[in-house]
């Protein structure tokens, strides 16, 4: 069923989710100008700028799913400016802000809003206003709008023409569908991987999100503005993830259900825990580290983050150090020592060859310990395939080889 239902607010939804992104772009736009503006929304108007308590910039965003054009006896346009009227009343004496009326929709060549337009070779207001003005005294104007209009006409003649000055129609601005192409051109990630840089919008969109749900939900939240240098701040963070020495990764490492341990259960690094005797607390914690290294592995090389050589070498390094640690204390046992308990020299070699695993990183700014270790186990769970195989006891080859005879004897 695709039909809308009849009394469906998808537009005026939309129109909310517009005002919510592109609120975004325009603190975006300030942060080089000007990196301790401040931008509130549902104020004085859709969005806000301030310049410390003083408004700077008031917008009314516009959004529309068809072409269309904005005329000057738009609904659009009137309500505009009847906001407008009530938000110059709020501030007083103080000085006008510049109010922008940002609309998808477009404005035809020679009409009376290109006369409004920011750009100075068109820009006429006090013909604007004459038009205006007498737009706004029409009773056969649209009823709809007529309100609106008798608002504008009881300001004052001053009023009027310092209000219509201010006004700059900012038309064919990007749709809701095309807002994060924008949003990528000002905070500068359009040259980035395609992957990449749906990843940085998706982040610091998730995060305005919240910052916005705060804002406006003024009963339980104490912010009422958001700064374009916190905004500068959360970019910059956010785009260091993804530079060369970085890379991205969920932080929400979550317990495993006992479906997915259970999916794991015969896979040979969890044999090689089991060899040592570990317990169930212990055995689940590795199991936890090595699928998360997996699944941030497969993302990384998915999305190509990283390669397959870059990879390869990583785990070349760990197995180096494993080797270092598993051939001192293998040779400990055939020497003697640990009065040949193979089982708790096994268990000394996995803690060693683990934390010798956390000074092998896969880049300078990989710091989560746990993918060194989960891609050790990851080798680990390689040794009957692997030439030069990665295990905990000092006997693990022959062990590992018996319990396979042992199963196909069972079987």
């Not at 469906?8 to 939309?14: D, F, R």
């Not at 956010?238 to 969920?250: E, N």
């Not at 040779?331 to 268990?347: F, H, K, P, T």
């Amino acid at each position: 069923m695709t039909e809308k239902m009849p009394h469906s607010a998808a537009g005026q939804m939309l129109g909310y989710l517009y005002q919510c992104e592109w609120a975004l772009v325009e603190l975006a736009r300030q942060w080089f100008k000007e990196p301790e503006a401040e931008l509130r929304m549902e104020m004085l108007d859709d969005i806000d700028i301030l310049h410390g308590d003083v408004p700077v910039e008031l917008v009314q965003s516009k959004h529309h799913g068809g072409q269309g054009e904005l005329g000057p006896t738009s609904a659009d346009l009137w309500r505009s400016i009847n906001s407008w009227c009530d938000a110059l009343e709020l501030i007083g004496d103080g000085p006008l802000p510049l109010l922008r009326l940002v609309t998808t929709q477009s404005v035809s060549s020679g009409s009376l809003l290109e006369k409004l337009r920011a750009d100075s070779s068109v820009r006429d207001v006090p013909s604007a206003l004459r038009a205006l003005e007498t737009l706004a005294g029409d009773s056969e104007g649209p009823k709809s709008t007529r309100a609106w209009r008798e608002r504008f006409l009881r300001c004052t003649p001053v009023t009027r023409e310092a209000l219509v000055g201010q006004v700059v129609v900012d038309d064919l601005a990007p749709r809701v569908s095309e807002v994060d192409s924008k949003l990528r051109e000002v905070i500068g990630v359009w040259k980035t991987h395609e992957s990449q840089g749906q990843d940085i919008l998706a982040e610091l969109k998730g995060w305005w999100w919240g910052v916005s749900k705060e804002m406006l939900d003024r009963s339980g939240s104490p912010r009422t503005s958001v700064s374009a240098e916190e905004l500068r701040t959360k970019i910059d963070y956010v785009l260091s993830k993804y530079a060369q020495t970085y890379l991205p990764f969920d932080d929400r490492l979550e317990r495993l259900t006992e479906d997915e341990l259970a999916q794991y259960q015969d896979r040979v690094f969890v044999t090689q825990l089991r060899i040592l005797k570990l317990g169930r607390r212990s055995v689940r914690f590795h199991l936890g580290e090595y699928h998360h290294a997996w699944a941030h592995r497969a993302r990384w090389l998915r999305h190509h983050y990283v390669d397959q050589d870059e990879l390869k070498q990583f785990e070349s390094d760990l197995r180096r150090e494993w080797e270092r640690v598993f051939s001192k204390y293998a040779d400990a046992v055939e020497a003697g020592s640990y009065a040949g308990d193979a089982v708790a020299a096994g268990n000394e070699i996995l803690d060693r060859a683990m934390a010798a695993a956390e000074g092998i990183r896969l880049r300078p700014g990989v710091d989560k310990r746990w993918v060194s270790r989960g891609t050790l186990h990851a080798l680990a769970d390689l040794a009957l395939k692997d030439p030069d195989p990665v295990g905990w006891h000092p006997s693990f080859e022959d062990l590992l080889q018996d319990l396979i005879a042992t199963a196909d004897a069972e079987d």
